[in-house]
């Protein structure tokens, strides 16, 4: 079941892809834009923390449709009438969301970083700390849309629910980026421990959601 979801939602991501190329647009152009509205020196002293703010921004643009295109054309219902764990498929979607926004982003951070004109040494531990980081994202972002599936203004509920979670994510990703000792594996232990918890709960949400 996991590998059919994932080959299936990866097909989708490729014919269709705007909602993906538009949160790494909106990640482009808020590193690009947020400088030049601080001013030269300051966008430069926001350093590479500004980075991440516009990476955690940019990942809830997505966050809506992670689920609703699957609930909307009653394919959830199909898998979760599968005798598989539904879990499998919100791990499927998870890696899906993963591959089109997060890793792109991550190669695309060392750029704009060096835009921001940081040390080149850092630009290594920039790209890591979001290959290390942006999962967590994309998971407990999972987690927030399953349980906002199918109400008014989902996307709204979703950046509220999910926000107060991210501030931890956002705060050691920015402390990593800078080099910050034991961030990068403070950072790499949220993940996992998203990883662990997250898509349980998102499966059970879409049961839920499915059975009302």
Do not use: N
């Not at 538009?22 to 947020?34: E, K, M, Q, S, T």
């Not at 997505?62 to 909307?72: K, N, P, Q, T, V």
């Not at 290390?132 to 987690?143: E, H, N, R, S």
């Amino acid at each position: 079941m996991f590998l059919a979801v994932l080959g299936r939602d990866l097909v989708l991501a490729g014919r269709q892809g705007g909602e993906s190329g538009l949160a790494l647009l909106f990640f482009v152009l808020g590193a690009v834009l947020f400088p030049l509205g601080l001013g030269p020196e300051r966008g430069m002293q926001a350093g590479l923390g500004l980075l991440w703010v516009v990476a955690l921004l940019a990942a809830l643009l997505s966050l809506e449709r992670l689920f609703r295109a699957d609930w909307e054309d009653g394919a959830l219902d199909l898998l979760a009438a599968r005798p598989e764990p539904l879990v499998a498929a919100v791990l499927a979607k998870c890696a899906v969301h993963w591959l089109a926004t997060g890793l792109p982003m991550a190669v695309i951070a060392p750029l704009l970083g060096s835009m921001l004109a940081a040390p080149s040494e850092r630009l290594g531990l920039l790209a890591l700390s979001f290959l290390v980081g942006t999962p967590a994202l994309t998971l407990i972002g999972a987690a927030g849309a399953a349980l906002t599936l199918g109400a008014r203004l989902g996307g709204v509920l979703t950046a509220i629910l999910v926000l107060p979670l991210y501030i931890p994510v956002l705060i050691f990703g920015a402390a990593a980026a800078e080099g910050r000792e034991g961030a990068l594996a403070l950072l790499a232990a949220m993940s996992l421990t998203a990883l662990a918890l997250a898509p349980a709960a998102a499966a059970a949400a879409l049961r839920h959601a499915v059975e009302q």
